[in-house]
């Protein structure tokens, strides 16, 4: 006999339905209607699927798959290979320009995802400048790329799985010389870089014979996203949204303001930072993270990688000599070679551990550089 439990949080019930890895959870998303009614619903039932997503625990890479399917206003979606399988949309209301969409969501989280089986990686994050400042002369909106720098941090700190910022650099990133791209991750226990600029703040003015003028703006953006281990490029995206611009042509306005983020435009600059995030997370949360050996004394071995990253005593990992080598073009090329050698975790710091050697004979061979990987249990 089935059973079912009710769990109330927030707007967020969660129905379990016996097995316990089947749950169906009720949640209300919500989104400002800007372009369309047809818009600001799939908005909203985005925002609903990704609050079910982060409370059940589910794989967020997952997400990516499925949104394409969500741009069709549909009363029902069912979906294959994936954790999520069922959507039924219950009902939607308007109050106050915003558009709220409940839906009922069926989960299958799976314990082997890869953001809960792997450590997380570390990201630095450049600083995101404005390509042609001229785009930001309407309003003064000049200190927008490092606003969008502080969004996509908080995005990546918040509401990622498979991230840790390991820090922000104004250094200027450069994928036309890998070598040095190599040592600003290291000097920041980045596994990769993330780099980009705001490509496009151009505005279009509609007007109205009955009422008052609108204006149009675009943001765009660009993402380029680097191995810290190579200095490879990896990715590279770009992303676009365009929104009324509610402030008059001759204000000056405060992109740290509430007034700001709460408009048409400042919600269109925090999607594209969301979608950034999205991305990553499908393309990076299954990689290996890797643990490198900063020191080592006798049988104790520190890596660079601690409690905020999910290390736990008693993990077990792996050791790989790094021979990396620089072919005849300067391109730094990775090289790993998987050794016999086992360590346990001991102690956990919040940046860093120590581990102990399980084979102590082979505890010589050890050197700072190598990498480890952190063994999966079958």
Known sequence: MRKKILLTLSCL??????????????????????????????????????????????????????????????DHYQFSGSELRQITVTKTSKKSGSLYLTAQVEVFPSARTCHKVQYKKGLLLGE??????????????????????????????????????????RVQINPGYPSQMVMLAEDHDAQYIINGQITDMTSTLDQKLLRNDKINRQFAAELQLLDGKTGEILMQNQYREMANWPFSRTSQVDTNSARFWQ????????????????????????????????????????????????????????????????DQNGIPRNRMVQTDITLIVDRVYEKSAELSVE????????????????????
């Open 13 to 74: 019930w969660l129905f379990i339905t016996l097995p316990v890895n089947a749950a169906w959870y009720e949640v209300t998303g919500s989104a400002v209607v800007l372009q369309s009614e047809a818009q600001a619903r799939q908005s909203a039932l985005e925002d609903a699927v990704l609050q079910v997503i982060r409370y059940a625990g589910a794989d967020l890479s997952s997400f990516n798959r499925v949104k394409p399917y969500l741009k069709n206003s549909r």
């Open 128 to 169: 995101f400048d404005i390509r042609s400042p001229q785009h930001a002369s309407l309003g003064g909106i000049y200190q927008l790329g490092n606003n969008f720098t502080a969004i996509l941090k908080r995005q990546l700190e918040t509401r990622s799985q498979s991230f840790v910022v390991s820090g922000t650099t």
């Open 263 to 326: 408009s048409a435009y400042g919600q269109a600059v925090q999607r594209v930072s969301q979608n950034m995030m999205l991305d990553l997370e499908s393309s990076l949360a299954c990689r290996t993270n890797l643990p490198e050996v900063v020191r080592y004394n006798g049988n104790t071995v520190h890596i660079n990688q601690g409690r905020k990253h999910g290390v736990k005593q008693g993990d077990q990992l792996v050791l790989w000599h790094s021979a990396g080598f620089i």
């Open 359 to 378: 084979q102590a004979e082979l505890a010589n061979s050890i050197q700072p550089g190598d990498l480890l990987t952190k063994q999966i249990e079958d």
